[in-house]
Each structure stands twice: as C-alpha cells, then as structure tokens.
C-alpha cells in the first residue's frame, strides 16, 4: 500500500519543499547574473542588478530563463524517480511544487511579466506561448504519476492549500520585511 496520507509530517516536508524550491530557483537567476558580471542583490521572492548595473536585454533574458530551468529539472529529476522506483510522497512533492509554482508564474503573467512570460515576449511568441509550454510539460508529469499511483482529489487539492499557503507567506514576507539573502 502507498502511503497517501496528508499528516502533519508530510505538511512540514511539504512546506519546506516550497521554501526548497524557491531559494533555489531564485539562487539560479542571482547565480546566472552574477556570472555574467553583474552585482545582483538575491531576496526571498526575487533578484535584481545593484544600483548602478544595467545588464543587457539578452541578459536579462538568460537571467530570467535559469530559475524555470532548474525548477523544471527538478520536476524532471522526481518524475523520474518516481517513474522508476516506487511511490514517494514526498518526492512527489517536488514535482507537485515544480508544477504549482510555474503555473501561478504563469498566471501572474496577466498582472506583470514573470520569468516564463518576459522570454515569450523577447522572443516574440506572445506572452503566454513559453508560460503554457512550461506549465503543460509540468502538468503533464502531474498527471501522469498521479494516474500511476491513483492520487485522488483530495490529496491534491490539500497539496494544493499547504502549497498555496506556503508560497503566500514567502511573497508576504519579502514584501513586508525585503529580506535579502544574497
């Protein structure tokens, strides 16, 4: 029997995989623009050029692409751990943080211009042809493991709150208290 159950240690891990994620995806853009010879400030929810820098719309752009793609190699990585070995929830939550935080990116994309969204217009695609793309591949990988190991909605939609809740109180906080990590 798989364990599917939503404790209170599965909500831990599962809140610490949200904090996971997104230093990690925010530790690429600042690592990708810091190689490139910018001094960048890294927060909890963002990263942006010192005062003074003025990186080049290119740049920018490849700045902007390293944060999805490590976060769509990490969703990868889960998937295919669990494709191949036996069932995990908590690896799950890797691919199911990877999945969630792209798609509200995405949907962010109708307020301003998030990572996905900001290459999708330099590139000329519309903004939301990459926001899609990503979000699709992610989702796909969702399903496909969910069917696997016959998730029901119940499991998601409480993975769904914890994540949500998780995320709102990182994007609370660097709001509130502009924590700067790098």
């Not at 939503?6 to 610490?16: E, G, M, P, Q, Y």
């Not at 994620?21 to 010192?50: K, V």
């Not at 307020?111 to 903004?127: A, C, F, H, K, P």
């Amino acid at each position: 029997m798989t364990d599917k159950k939503i404790n209170l240690k599965f909500t831990s891990v599962l809140i610490a995989v949200v904090f996971i994620t997104w230093i990690i995806h925010e530790f690429a853009h600042w690592l990708t623009s810091e190689a490139l010879g910018y001094d960048t400030i890294m927060r909890l929810n963002g990263t942006s050029p010192m005062e003074g820098e003025n990186p080049t719309d290119i740049h920018k752009i490849i700045t902007s692409s390293a944060g999805p793609i490590i976060t769509i190699i990490q969703g990868l990585a889960a998937y295919a751990f669990l494709k191949y070995r036996k069932w995990n929830k908590y690896i799950y939550a890797f691919l199911f943080t990877a999945f969630f935080m792209r798609f509200m990116a995405s949907v962010m994309n109708l307020v301003m211009l998030n990572d996905e969204g900001r290459i999708s217009v330099y590139l000329q695609l519309g903004t939301f042809t990459l926001p899609i793309m990503v979000t699709g591949l992610l989702f796909y990988l969702v399903f496909r493991t969910s069917k696997k190991y016959e998730l029901n909605w119940k499991f998601h939609l409480l993975t769904t709150v914890i994540i949500n809740i998780a995320i709102t109180t990182l994007i609370l906080t660097d709001q509130y208290f502009k924590i700067r990590l790098l």
